[in-house]
T-cell receptor, first 113, second 114 residues
C-alpha cells in the first residue's frame, strides 16, 4: 500500500512570497490533515478535512494560510504572504476516518528567509 | 497552553536495557492516547495506542501505561535496540467530533547505544 505522498520535500522562499504544498493521501482515506511542526515542538494541527469538507480549521491562520481538498482526494496548502515564523515542516496525514490512527507523509521543510 | 507535555527532551539508554518515555496531560477530556516514532526526514509513524478505559496496552517490545488519576502515560521499550533511536511523540485526542484531532507533546529524543 502506497503511503502519503507530499511535494516538494524542501522549499526556500523569501518573506512576503507565496508557496504551495501538495499532498496525496493513502487511497480510500476519507480524512486528511495538515500539521505544522516548528523545530523543537510537536506537530500542531492546522486543518482537518473529511472528504472535501472542512471539519476543523480553528488553528489555521486564515489571513495568510488557505487549504483545499478538491474531489476529496488530493489537497493543497498555501501560504501567502509568508513570514519568517512560518519556517517549519508541514506534514500531511490521512486516516480511514473511523479510527484515530493517522498515517503521515514525509513532510515539506519550508525555510523563509 | 501546552495540554500535552513531554518534560524530558532526550533520553540515552544502553542496548538491551529498558527505555521509559513519559508524558503528562492536563485536559481531562482526552480519552485516547497514542505514541508516534519519528526518524529524521520522515513523517511520524504510529507505534501504539491506549484507550482511557484501559491502563495498559502491550505490543511486542512496546508497552504503554496510562494513569488517569495522575494524567500521566508512559511508553516502555524492552529490550531497547539501536534501531529504536528516534524522536518519540505522545499525542492525545477526545471522542466525538474531535476524535481525529490529535494534540502532540514536544517529543523526546531517544538514543540507544550499542
Amino acid at each position: 500500500e502506497a503511503g502519503v505522498a507530499q511535494s516538494p520535500r524542501y522549499k526556500i522562499i523569501e518573506k512576503r512570497q507565496s508557496v504551495a504544498f501538495w499532498c496525496n493521501p493513502i487511497s480510500g482515506h476519507a480524512t486528511l490533515y495538515w500539521y505544522q511542526q516548528i523545530l523543537g515542538q510537536g506537530p500542531k494541527l492546522l486543518i482537518q478535512f473529511q472528504n472535501n469538507g472542512v471539519v476543523d480549521d480553528s488553528q489555521l491562520p486564515k489571513d495568510r494560510f488557505s487549504a483545499e481538498r478538491l474531489k476529496g482526494v488530493d489537497s493543497t496548502l498555501k501560504i501567502q504572504p509568508a513570514k519568517l515564523e512560518d519556517s517549519a515542516v508541514y506534514l500531511c496525514a490521512s486516516s480511514a476516518g473511523s479510527t484515530t490512527e493517522q498515517y503521515f507523509g514525509p513532510g515539506t521543510r519550508l525555510t523563509v528567509t | 497552553d501546552q495540554q500535552v507535555k513531554q518534560n524530558s527532551p532526550s533520553l540515552s539508554v544502553q542496548e538491551g536495557r529498558i527505555s521509559i518515555l513519559n508524558c503528562d496531560y492536563t485536559n481531562s477530556m482526552f480519552d485516547y492516547f497514542l505514541w508516534y516514532k519519528k526518524y529524521p526526514a520522515e513523517g511520524p509513524t504510529f507505534l501504539i495506542s491506549i484507550s482511557s478505559i484501559k491502563d495498559k496496552n502491550e505490543d511486542g517490545r512496546f508497552t504503554v501505561f496510562l494513569n488517569k488519576s495522575a494524567k500521566h502515560l508512559s511508553l516502555h521499550i524492552v529490550p531497547s535496540q539501536p534501531g529504536d533511536s528516534a524522536v518519540y511523540f505522545c499525542a492525545a485526542s477526545q471522542g466525538g467530533t474531535s476524535y481525529g484531532k490529535l494534540t502532540f507533546g514536544q517529543g523526546t529524543i531517544l538514543t540507544v547505544h550499542p
